[in-house]
């Protein structure tokens, strides 16, 4: 690459697709839980039917990304210190890793405890296993007290290591992803 060219393209972004499937990721996510809250503040039944569509939704959207993932050319590391390469890299690993086992533990306390999951009107999972109340137990443990409290702890390490590059660093890493 001449001068010119490395001054107009500075930047190392993410390919588009990796982009769309980064945020609306994000965007799922956050749905998923607020109509987690909606449920628990109003106890109606509508906003669990939508939480575990749009947690079932997540998890295509998941599965998908992991598919175009190996696919894509992923742009060479920002300059860092390798120690903090290394631990993105790991956080980046957990929070897929994660948001697959989330909807999937989800799922399986609904299906373990004889509960068919509809996903918005337009198709249902049925009760592909037999019911069993310990297992269900068991998976919802999972959901809310094991895999959802790491999903809050490595996001939050992940969204502070960005505001970092952003504020401290200033290395416009965050371009990459937008
Ligand atoms: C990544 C996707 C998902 C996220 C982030 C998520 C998150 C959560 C959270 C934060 C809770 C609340 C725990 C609490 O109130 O203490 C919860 C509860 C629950 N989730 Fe999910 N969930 C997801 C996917 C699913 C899926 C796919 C299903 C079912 C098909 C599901 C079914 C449930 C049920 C039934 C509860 C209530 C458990 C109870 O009241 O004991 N979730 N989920
Ligand atoms: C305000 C919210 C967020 C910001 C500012 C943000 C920022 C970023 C940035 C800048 C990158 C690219 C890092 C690089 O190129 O070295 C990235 C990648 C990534 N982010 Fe986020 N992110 C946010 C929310 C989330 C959420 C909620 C999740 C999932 C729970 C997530 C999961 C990921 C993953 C898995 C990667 C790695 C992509 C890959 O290697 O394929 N991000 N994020």
Not at 59 to 65: K, N, V
Not at 76 to 82: G, N, Q, R, W, Y
């Amino acid at each position: 690459m001449n001068q010119v060219q490395s001054r107009v393209a500075p930047l190392n972004k993410w390919p588009m697709i990796s982009r769309v499937f980064h945020w609306i990721s994000a965007l799922l996510l956050l749905v998923t839980w607020a109509l987690m809250f909606l449920y628990d503040n109003t106890d109606d039944s509508l906003y669990i039917g939508l939480h575990k569509a749009f947690g079932i939704s997540l998890l295509f959207w998941m599965l998908a990304r992991v598919i175009s993932r190996l696919f894509v050319k992923a742009p060479p590391s920002a300059p860092m210190p390798k120690w903090q390469d290394i631990i993105a890299k790991l956080t980046h690993f957990a929070l897929y890793a994660l948001l697959i086992a989330m909807p999937i533990a989800g799922l399986l306390m609904s299906v373990y405890g004889g509960r068919a999951v509809d996903v918005f009107g337009l198709f249902e999972i049925q009760v592909f296993v037999t019911p069993d109340r310990g297992l269900a137990r068991t998976f919802n443990d999972w959901h809310t007290d094991i895999i959802w409290p790491l999903i809050l702890a490595f996001t939050a390490a992940h969204i502070l290591a960005a505001l970092y590059h952003q504020f401290i660093k200033k290395d416009k890493l965050m371009k990459r992803i937008w």
